[in-house]
């Protein structure tokens, strides 16, 4: 049984003091699990390349560092937490 629940937005960033982008999108390519997926599928099919220029410019146009050298990409989800 559900007492209570609360719903809210919450913000997490994504901060590398000594990677910038292209560091930061491969270790994404690397080992986070969607973006693993997205770029086997793209080796398949000859595209991985383009990927990763799309995958730099979203990481580069996100970054809210005011380091040259680093990395802050904030990332907005929605915690839901249920008490019982």
């Known amino acids: 049984m559900v007492v209570h629940r609360r719903v809210s937005p919450d913000e997490h960033r994504v901060e590398y ?3 910038y982008v292209t560091g930061e999108s491969q270790l994404f390519r690397r080992y986070y699990g969607p973006t693993m997926n ?3 599928a793209a080796e398949k099919n000859g595209t991985a390349s383009d990927l990763q220029k799309e995958l730099e410019i979203l990481f580069e146009s996100q ?3 005011p380091h040259k050298e680093a990395t802050s990409i904030p990332a907005t989800f929605l ?3 249920v008490f019982v």
């Open 17 to 19: 003091q000594d990677c």
């Open 38 to 40: 997205a770029f086997d």
């Open 63 to 65: 970054n809210k560092s």
């Open 79 to 81: 915690r839901v937490t």
